[in-house]
């Protein structure tokens, strides 16, 4: 049964209630498992080593990563999201680090300088440019100097790219490389790159498949080349951002 605010029209927050539900994603063991491969490639790849360093995941879901992050060592973390239901299943399966709540509000009240890593998987391109920009200013806020923030968003560049940014209705923005480096800057972060999401090698199949990506996109990166002279472009479906706040 859908829930729109009768006074404002707002539909978002009946929408995201029980947001698993109105996407069709599986909530069970299987799905915790499904965040072990990338959750694996974000730790190895771009966090401290120091497994004291306190992690904030906003829009953690069912808190998939959280879990990996957690069972690596990396105990100091919490996650906020707004679905109920996401909460729900993220405590019945051990994930009490997992807070119900608006992201603006947590990071609202939360202490400046108080993270060292905030992750932010697959949450800014649900924010309206005006709320992307007040999000990203907040969590600049709250990372300590020499943190880092982690966003994984729908690349608009990509092959297959608009699949993702209309695969969700609630989906407000798709970003590419520029784009996403460009609201960064003027959020204050710097030292920023951008990563394309190709197959990661964690089993036969998968290395059969970073293979084929890497032999059947090159024809797109040479028509790239030939348009604009330069390789430089990311075709994943999706694409990781990782930006520092500057000591």
Known sequence: MQTINETTGDWRPGMYKKYSTHFQTKLDEAAYRGFVPYGSYLM?????????IRIVDLGCGIGGFMRVFYEA??????????SEESVATAHAHGMTQVLQGDVF????????????????????????????????????????PGGRVLIHVPNAEG???????????????????????????????????S???????????????????????????????VETGSWKVRLSQNILAVAFKSV
């Open 73 to 82: 060592g990396y105990t100091n973390i919490e996650g906020i999201d707004l």
């Open 195 to 225: 990563y394309e999401d190709k197959p990661l090698l964690h089993n036969i199949t998968a290395i059969v498949r970073r293979g084929l990506w890497e032999i059947m996109t090159l024809p797109i990166r040479f028509l790239h080349l």
């Open 44 to 52: 190895h790849s771009f966090f401290p080593k120091d497994h004291l």
């Open 105 to 144: 509000q947590y990071l609202e009240n939360a202490l400046e300088h108080s993270a060292d890593v905030v992750i932010c998987m697959d949450i800014l391109e649900h924010f309206r440019r005006e709320e992307a920009l007040r999000f990203l200013a907040l969590i600049h806020r709250v990372l300590k």
């Open 159 to 193: 092959v297959f790219g608009s699949r993702i940014r209309y695969a969700d209705y609630t989906h407000e923005m798709a970003y590419t490389q520029k784009s996403i480096a460009q609201v960064l800057t003027f959020s204050g972060f710097a030292s920023i790159s």
